[in-house]
């Protein structure tokens, strides 16, 4: 129930700017202010503002709107100029379902962190602002721990004191580490190994996992490799029995780990089939086809 009558106090304040200065021209006659200052407190502009409030489709809001007339209206004559703070007065005082920023539960406790900076700025604490949730913290992807002030892994340290925590990312290699590049690293992610220097470098791009540096350090060979004389090689897909590209006037090119289909020599490819782009004409000079369509014929 928190959440409506909070997006009702939400909604009363632009409400509350749009009528400020309805009707009038904004110039200073003596009649104006009067008038304006009738206006400012008058059922009028409260009907006005209430009108406003929700959307017709939303059943929620309007049946607290119902539900809690009687209070907003005895807000709006008596006590408005005693508590300004229409969300204050009415949603944590009055009907006790919201807490203020930063705090949770039936008594409004502090979020773990402390209700100015809940979770030290660095994650959500469960039942921000609602009667709710127990005031733990879901922490920021870079943070952990109960009070969002530890690293996670894939993120190191670059501030750290009782009350703010800085974590920052490691190098793409690492998958803990105490700084930023690959010589940071404490464990390597998976596909990259520890050379001889301690430094976390990519297996070779043959490998899926390796033990070191090279082809025939693979743990696995990957897909487009095989393992021949204890290394992992490219397999020429060009060279299979079987036709990889099927498609006519079309060339199969291998690459490393797998191959590519191009169109011959004199062909283009257009909507994926592989056309003539040039052909012999009668005295053997080249003629694009453009000019002579009927070569393709």
Request: with cysteine; proline share 3%.
């Amino acid at each position: 129930p928190g959440l409506p009558s909070a997006e009702l106090c939400e909604r009363f304040r632009p409400g509350l700017a749009d009528t400020a200065k309805k009707n009038f021209g904004g110039g200073n006659t003596a009649w104006e202010e009067k008038t304006l200052s009738k206006y400012e407190s008058s059922e009028i502009r409260l009907v006005e503002i209430i009108e406003n409030l929700c959307d017709s489709s939303n059943f929620e809001c309007n049946n607290m709107v119902e539900e809690h007339e009687e209070h907003i209206e005895k807000w709006w004559f008596k006590l408005k100029k005693k508590y300004p703070d229409l969300f204050q007065w009415f949603c944590i005082e009055t009907i006790e379902v919201c807490c203020p920023a930063g705090t949770y539960g039936p008594d409004c406790l502090a979020c773990h962190g402390g209700s100015e900076r809940p979770c030290h700025g660095n994650g959500h604490c469960d039942g921000d602002g609602t009667r709710g949730g127990d005031g733990s913290c879901s922490c920021n992807k870079e943070y952990t721990g109960d009070f969002c002030l530890d690293c996670s892994n894939g993120y190191f340290s670059t501030l750290r004191n009782e009350t703010h925590s800085v974590c920052t990312a490691c190098h793409t290699a690492c998958k803990t580490c105490t700084g930023s590049s690959n010589k940071d690293c404490q464990d390597c992610k998976e596909g990259w190994i520890k050379n001889e220097e301690s430094v976390c470098v990519a297996c070779d791009a043959s490998c899926i996992g390796c033990t070191g540096e090279g082809s025939d350090k693979c743990k696995t060979c990957a897909s487009g490799y095989m393992k021949e004389d204890e290394k992992c090689t490219d397999v020429d897909e060009c060279n299979l029995p079987e036709k990889v590209c099927v498609k006519e006037n079309q060339d199969c090119v291998n690459t490393s780990g797998s191959y590519k289909c191009v169109c011959s020599d004199g062909f283009e490819e257009n909507d994926g089939t592989c056309v003539q782009t040039w052909c012999e004409g009668e005295y053997g000079e080249d003629i694009h086809f453009s000019v002579m369509r009927n070569c393709l014929a």
